[in-house]
C-alpha cells in the first residue's frame, strides 16, 4: 500500500487551482493524498474558488483533509509536494506587462522580452518567500514549481536557493507534444520518445520516436513545413481559429529558418518580433482576453458550486496541463524513474553550453531528484540564441539581487526582442514606475 500524501498549492486563488485538483483527484491510485491545502497571499481572490475546491474534494473523497489558508505556517506545515503556481501583481500587472512594451513597438508578452523581464523582476521574491516558508515548516518537502517566468525563476532558485528542493518545470513543451502526437497519430504523447533542448520557452527537439524506435522527426518537419503545428487539412477546416491556432500554424515560419529542427512555438517572439507586433492588438492582449475568458469562466464555475453545494454539471474541467505535475510528483514519491523535461542547471548535459546556464532538458526522476541526460553538442545558430537570452536571464537575476539599474538596462539592451540601447532605457524607466510596487528599489 502507498505512503498517502499531503501537498500545498501555492497561489491557491489561481484560475488553474480548481482544474489541478480535479486533476489530483482524478489520479489518487498512482498519487493517493491525505491532505490538499491552498495557500494565497490574498484571502479574497483565494476566496473564489476555496469553497469549491472543497465540495469537490469532499464529493470524491471526504477522508481527504482540506485547508485554505493566508497562513504560512499553516499552509507549510506537514506536506510533502508543494505545487507552486503564483502570479505576483496578478493580471492587472500581467496586462501592463504586455502593454507597455508595445507602445515601443516591441513584443508584448508574458514570459518573453520586456514583459517578462518586469514580471521576472516581481516572481523572485514571492517564489524565494515561498521556498524559505517551505524549508521552515516541511524541510522534506519538494517544490514543483511552474510559476513564471520560469526561465528567470530557476536562474534565481540557482542563485539564491541553489541546496533547496524546487524542481522547476514548464507545460508547455508538453502541450506541443500533445499536438504532435495528434499529427503523428499515436494515441497519446507518452507513446512518444523526446529529445529536447534550449532554454525555458525557447528550445527544439531533436529526435521524435514512436515505440518501436521509428524516428518521426523529418516526416513531421515536412508536415511543419505546410501546416506548422496544424493537424494538415483536417487541422486547417476545423480546428478553433483562435490565437494558439495561429501561433501553431505560424510555426512553420519557424521551420522555414532552422529547417532540421522542431521548435518552441515561442521562439516565434525572438524571430519574428515585427510581425508579432504588427499582429497585436496594443488596446487588447492576452491579459485581457483571459480576465474576460478564463479567469471569469472560472469564479462564475465555483461560485455556482459553492451556490448549490454540489458540482453536479459544472463546467469545470480536468486540466490536462497539470498532467505532468501528478506525474513528477508520483516520480519522486514512488520512483517511477520517467522520464522528464525540466529546467536544470547545465553542467556539461549541453557539451558546447555554459555549465551554469538554467537548461531545459530531459531527466530521469526519482526519489533522490533528477538526473539529467547528455544532450552532447549544439550547433551555432542555436547556441548563438541561446547565449544571448540565458545572457537575459542571468543579468536580471543579478539585477534583482545588487538592485542595479544598470544590469537591467544592459539585459533590455540585450534582449533580442528590444532594438536599441536607447528604447531600453525608456522601456525599462517605463516598467519601473509601474511595478514600484513590486521590484526592489534599484541604484
Ligand atoms: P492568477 O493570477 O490567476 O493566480 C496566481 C495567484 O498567486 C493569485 O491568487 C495571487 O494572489 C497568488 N500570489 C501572488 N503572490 C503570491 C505569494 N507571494 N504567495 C502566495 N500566493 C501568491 O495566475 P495564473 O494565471 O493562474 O498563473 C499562475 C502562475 O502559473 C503564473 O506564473 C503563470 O504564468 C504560471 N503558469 C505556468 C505554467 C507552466 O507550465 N509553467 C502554466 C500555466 C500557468
Redesign the pocket.
Known amino acids: 500500500m502507498k505512503n498517502k500524501l499531503s501537498v500545498v498549492i ?8 480548481p482544474e489541478i485538483i480535479l486533476m489530483l483527484l482524478d489520479n489518487l491510485d498512482r498519487l493517493p493524498l491525505r491532505k490538499i491545502k491552498l ?4 484571502e479574497a ?2 476566496n473564489k474558488v476555496a469553497k469549491a475546491c472543497e465540495i469537490l474534494i469532499k464529493e470524491k473523497d471526504p477522508t481527504i483533509e482540506y485547508v485554505a489558508t493566508t497562513d504560512p505556517e499553516e499552509a507549510y506545515t506537514d506536506v510533502d509536494f508543494c505545487l507552486a ?7 492587472p500587472m ?1 496586462e501592463l506587462d504586455e502593454k507597455i512594451p508595445l507602445k515601443y513597438d516591441c513584443v508584448g508578452q ?2 518573453c522580452g520586456p514583459g517578462g523581464i518586469a ?1 521576472g523582476m516581481r ?1 523572485i ?3 524565494i ?2 521556498i524559505d516558508y517551505m524549508e521552515k515548516y516541511s524541510p522534506h518537502c519538494w517544490m514543483l514549481n ?5 526561465s528567470i525563476v530557476a536562474e534565481a532558485t540557482r542563485r539564491l536557493r541553489p541546496n533547496s528542493r524546487v524542481i522547476n ?4 513543451p ?1 502541450g506541443m507534444e500533445h499536438g504532435i502526437a495528434d499529427i503523428v497519430g499515436v494515441p497519446s504523447r507518452k507513446d512518444l520518445d523526446i529529445r529536447y533542448y534550449g532554454l ?1 520557452h525557447f528550445g527544439w527537439y531533436t529526435s521524435i520516436k514512436d515505440k518501436t524506435g521509428k524516428e518521426l522527426l523529418p516526416a513531421l518537419i515536412e508536415h511543419m513545413k505546410q501546416y506548422g503545428f496544424i493537424n494538415g487539412e483536417e487541422g486547417m477546416a476545423t480546428e478553433n481559429k483562435d490565437s494558439w491556432f495561429e501561433t501553431n500554424l505560424f510555426a512553420k515560419h519557424l521551420v522555414a529558418v532552422e529547417p532540421t529542427t522542431i521548435p518552441n512555438t515561442y521562439l516565434k517572439y525572438y524571430l519574428y518580433p515585427d510581425y508579432v507586433v504588427e499582429h497585436t492588438d496594443p488596446s487588447y492582449t492576452r491579459a485581457n482576453e ?1 480576465i474576460d475568458g ?2 471569469t469562466e472560472v469564479f462564475t464555475a465555483c461560485a455556482e458550486i459553492e451556490k448549490n453545494g454540489h458540482s453536479k454539471g459544472t463546467s469545470l474541467e480536468i486540466g490536462i ?1 497539470a498532467e ?1 505535475i501528478v506525474d513528477l510528483a508520483t516520480a519522486l514519491a514512488f520512483n517511477t524513474q520517467e522520464r522528464m523535461l525540466i529546467i536544470v542547471e547545465n553542467k556539461g548535459a549541453i557539451k558546447n553550453f555554459p555549465d551554469d546556464a538554467m537548461v531545459e532538458i530531459p531527466c530521469i526522476v526519482g526519489k533522490d531528484g533528477y538526473e539529467p541526460l547528455a544532450m552532447g553538442e549544439i550547433p551555432t545558430f542555436q547556441k548563438g540564441l541561446m547565449e544571448q537570452q540565458v545572457a537575459v536571464e542571468k543579468l536580471v537575476v543579478e539585477a534583482w539581487i545588487d538592485q542595479s539599474y544598470q544590469k537591467l538596462w544592459q539585459a533590455l539592451t540585450l534582449s533580442q526582442t528590444v532594438p536599441s540601447a536607447t528604447v531600453a532605457k525608456q522601456l525599462l524607466d517605463d516598467l519601473m514606475e509601474a511595478n514600484k510596487q513590486y521590484w526592489p528599489e534599484l541604484h
Open positions: 501555492a497561489g491557491g486563488g489561481s484560475t488553474y487551482t495557500y494565497d497571499n490574498d481572490r483565494q503556481h503564483i502570479r505576483v501583481g496578478q493580471l500581467r508574458e514570459t514580471y516572481s521574491g514571492g517564489v518567500e515561498n511552474y510559476s513564471n517566468p520560469a518545470i514548464c507545460d508547455m508538453i525555458n483571459v478564463r479567469e496541463h505532468f
